[in-house]
């Protein structure tokens, strides 16, 4: 096929670098990058190919002399030396190339970012910097010379000179490119240390355009506690003696994990409690542990080849994750959690866009760093730690680190170690990672004297180019509970790995209520025919609170498509709200995650399960149904959990008054069905912090009311470009369906809009992507809109156009009328003179 790299033609580099040292002539439009590398053929001869996109060559020297024009070819993608013109041994080859990063919009490889050069690699942006094999098993020693003016020239590694007008840096970790980063600008470091385990004292920068200085203090406490869980948790201490986050404006994606120069979107550090949410909070602490968690699970162990990305994604996000658990509140994270993946990972394994975490063939990388390969990945690693139990994991562990430290490596290692770790054979749980799709798990039960029995069928339903799924190896966390909510029988993991299997408890007095997949111990879906009143029961008594916020959700879930088809809701679950709303025991955060119903995408996607079109008129109708029927019931109580959930004194955003703020504004949504949003306005005009300030404006613009308060918000943050990004995503996301496609292109149209930046843009279109009904409307309308600015967008930064169109992932959901309207949009970006690899592989697979 054209244009399709697969992973069974992988074959190695047929060269060593031994280093690279590279010098940059800085300058907007003409930047002149050199770079001298030292290669050693690695076995018999070979031609030399390297990588190089959108490169001027300006003079090119093997062994120190001129090589002339006939002993090369020049490609759009790369160079290439004929074997025969090489030396034997080692040879030094050098190349002096002109770019321009001013004019690189796609933000990718070197380009300008309100007047800052910096860098993005990951996954092929190297060769658009200079010629060299583009490829993550090349591993080489940097140094880099930069020669500029500006003030602050950073690179990867350890500053080794520094002068006017230029800096010199060496990375003393052989590295693959994508792990190398420049940057140089006006820029203002927050400043502190760490001395890691062993007394390596480390100085740690946070970097930010000058007047961001103050909104950083957060980023680096949270780089301070990352660095020292990892030493806890892991046994991985940092390596070099200076540590580097950078905060850009124009930024594709999160935050970059480059060798001791991580670089950031500048909305993943910065954060001050008048700027930023809870939620913001939460996160940059996650994004600042996930980069530097990298150091060691990516960037000393790398990946051999793309295909194994999730070999560090997967990892590094199940660490990620584990350190937010640990330093938050678990419980509530792993809800978080499980919830996120339900609605990105499992809808795109529904999906014509279905991937396993280790695909076998694409064609542009980057439209793989996907939630499939990111939080899947994670899912899995978590399956092995539960597999092993935390003794076994942290020994796996060990020996991957010690196995492997210095390689770019595979899937495969990565099973093995865990094999000669615990013994066992992991041959048939190696599936998760090679095959797509979400296995459904049904359970039915049997209880006959004294003895319990759950039998279980999986299966897997087709997805793209794979039609049989043999059965998976699934750890089920089961426990059992008594008529009266004690424990019967405490954890335990069932191991499944046949197409059915049954499991006995013997010696049981009652019949038992059971709690499965207690912690959602593997990413599958379960289906048990239970009532909504045992639901209930569990929602009230589970041991487990993953497994009692599962009840509640599920209740919710299955109220809310009765309803959406015309049905009443069920009185157990008003019940339950009631229930939960007066537990004071409970954590308030916990119960903000209970009250919250389930978003209209995920009624849509069970409904469509279920082979019946999904109404999103019907389904909107029906959640604000709901919401008024539950506030109708229960008004007192929610009066009380709000007043209850107010958190007086100075801004933390710590897990305790973070989680009573979600109470507080989980109870106002109800409440202001009720109040025509009295108690919202009341709380927007005295919020003192960003949490409740865009809470409340949310509950406003939800109701339809908020023209007042979304000016005076405009008019106090409209020089503050992260803050007026959710000034537009509240309103994209939540204006009623049908005023939000009109109102979206109003603010497009705006001349203000800077569409070309990453945030800007999403702020906006990915917000509108999010109104469910809004977004899906019957006249093709929302597609239309969203098809013409992804058009827009393709030919600047076609990583992000791409990325975006997975909006369109789930068109299959809807009646033939809005099928017909989402086909003629994907035609038309297919029809797009010029269209991008990016984007013209997506609308393929997402038609396809
Ligand atoms: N490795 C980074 C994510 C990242 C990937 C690709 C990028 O550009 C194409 C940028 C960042 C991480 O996992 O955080
Ligand atoms: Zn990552």
Request: proline fraction near 6%; charged fraction near 25%.
């Amino acid at each position: 096929m054209d244009g399709v790299t697969l992973l069974s033609e992988y074959k190695p580099y047929p060269f060593e670098i031994e280093s690279i040292s590279m010098t940059f002539r800085l300058a907007p439009e003409a930047t002149v990058v050199r770079a001298e590398l030292k290669l050693a053929p690695r076995a018999g001869r070979a031609d030399l190919h390297l990588d190089g996109e959108e490169l001027t060559l300006r003079e090119i020297l093997l062994g120190g002399a001129p090589l002339p024009p006939g002993a090369y070819t020049l490609t759009k993608t790369g160079l290439t030396i004929l074997a025969e013109q090489l030396p034997e041994g080692p040879f030094t080859l050098e190349t002096e190339v002109e770019i321009a990063p001013a004019r690189n919009t796609a933000l990718e490889g070197l380009y300008m970012s309100n007047g800052l050069y910096c860098t993005q690699c990951e996954a092929e942006g190297f060769r658009k910097i200079t010629f060299y094999p583009d490829r993550p098993d090349v591993m080489a020693r940097f140094h880099v010379r930069i020669e500029s003016d500006l003030p602050v020239l950073l690179s990867n590694g350890n500053p080794v000179g520094l002068g006017k007008g230029w800096a010199e840096w060496d990375d003393p970790w052989p590295k693959p490119a994508y792990l190398f980063a420049l940057v140089a600008g006006d820029l203002r470091a927050t400043s502190g240390e760490f001395t890691t385990a062993s007394g390596r004292k480390v100085d740690l920068n946070i970097w930010v355009r000058p007047g961001d200085e103050t909104r950083c203090d957060f980023a680096l406490a949270s780089l301070q506690r990352a660095m020292k869980w990892d030493e806890e948790a892991y046994g991985r201490e940092y390596d070099l003696d200076l540590f580097n986050i950078v905060a850009v404006d124009d930024f594709n994606m999160g935050a970059m994990e480059n060798k001791g120069l991580n670089i950031f979107n500048s909305k993943l550090v910065l954060a001050s409690p008048e700027t930023a949410t809870d939620t913001d909070y939460e996160r940059i602490e996650a994004v600042i542990a996930h980069e530097y968690f990298h150091n060691w699970t990516g960037n000393r162990i790398t990946c051999r080849d793309w295909f194994q990305l999730c070999l560090k994604e997967g990892l590094t996000v199940f660490r990620d994750q584990s350190f937010t658990r640990d330093v938050r509140l678990g419980a509530l994270k792993r809800i978080e959690d499980v919830a996120a993946l339900r609605a990105r990972q499992f809808r795109e394994d529904a999906g014509p866009l279905a991937h396993p975490p280790r695909p076998s063939s694409y064609k542009e990388i980057n439209n793989f760093y996907t939630t499939t390969v990111y939080e899947k990945g994670a899912e899995v690693v978590g399956m092995l730690a539960r597999l092993l139990g935390p003794e076994g994991y942290r020994a796996a562990l060990d020996l991957y680190f010690e196995r492997h430290d210095g390689q770019a490596c595979t899937i495969e290692d990565w099973i093995t170690v865990f094999e000669d770790a615990s013994g066992r054979d992991l041959s048939q749980f190696k599936l998760w990672y090679v095959q797509a799709g979400t296995p459904r798990l049904r359970v039915a039960e049997r209880f006959e004297n004294g003895t319990y029995t759950l039998d279980f069928v999986q299966e897997t339903p087709p997805t793209p180019g794979e039609a049989e799924k043999p059965p998976r190896h699934i750890p089920i966390a089961v426990g059992l509970l008594g008529p009266n909510g004690n424990e019967l029988r405490p954890t335990e993991m069932l191991e499944m790995t046949q197409a059915r299997q049954s499991f006995r408890f013997e010696g049981l007095a009652v019949r038992p209520v059971p709690s499965i997949l207690r912690g959602f111990s593997a990413p599958v879906l379960l289906e048990r025919a239970t009532t909504p009143a045992e639901q209930a029961f569990l929602l009230a008594h589970d041991t487990d609170p993953f497994n009692r916020w599962e009840a509640g959700r599920s209740l919710a879930r299955e109220t809310l498509m009765a309803m959406a088809e015309g049905g009443a809701p069920a009185p157990d679950y008003l019940e339950a709200v009631g229930q939960m709303l007066a537990d004071e025991s409970a954590d308030p955060g916990f119960r903000a995650a209970c009250l919250r119903l389930p978003g209209e995408d995920e009624i849509a996607a069970a409904i469509a399960s279920k082979g019946v079109a999904a109404d999103p008129d019907a389904i909107h109708a029906a959640r604000r149904k709901l919401m008024e029927t539950l506030a109708q019931k229960h008004e007192a109580a929610f009066v009380a959990a709000y007043e209850g959930a107010a958190v007086p004194g100075p801004y933390s955003p710590d897990a305790g008054p973070a989680g009573k703020r979600s109470l507080r504004l989980a109870t106002l949504a109800f409440l202001a069905t009720r109040d025509s949003g009295a108690r919202a306005q009341a709380l927007f005009e005295a919020a003192e912090n960003m949490t409740e300030s865009l809470g409340a404006l949310s509950v406003l613009v939800a109701e339809g009311g908020a023209a007042a308060a979304l000016a005076r918000f405009a008019a106090r943050w409209g020089a503050e470009p992260l803050v007026m990004d959710k000034w537009r995503s509240v309103q994209a996301v939540l204006t009623p369906p049908e005023a939000a496609a009109g109102l979206v292109a109003r603010l497009a149209a705006d001349p203000g809009f800077e569409w070309k930046n990453p945030n800007r843009f999403r702020s906006l279109l990915g917000g509108f992507a999010a109104n469910h009904a809004g977004f899906h409307r019957a006249d093709g309308a929302g597609y239309a809109l969203y098809t013409d600015w992804l058009i827009r967008l393709d030919p600047l930064n076609p990583q992000t156009a791409a990325r975006m169109s997975t909006a369109f992932e789930t068109w299959r959901r809807y009646d033939a009328t809005r099928q017909a309207h989402a086909q003629a949009a994907l035609a038309r970006i297919a029809a797009t003179p010029g269209l991008s690899r990016d984007l013209a592989e997506m609308v393929g697979r997402l038609a396809g």
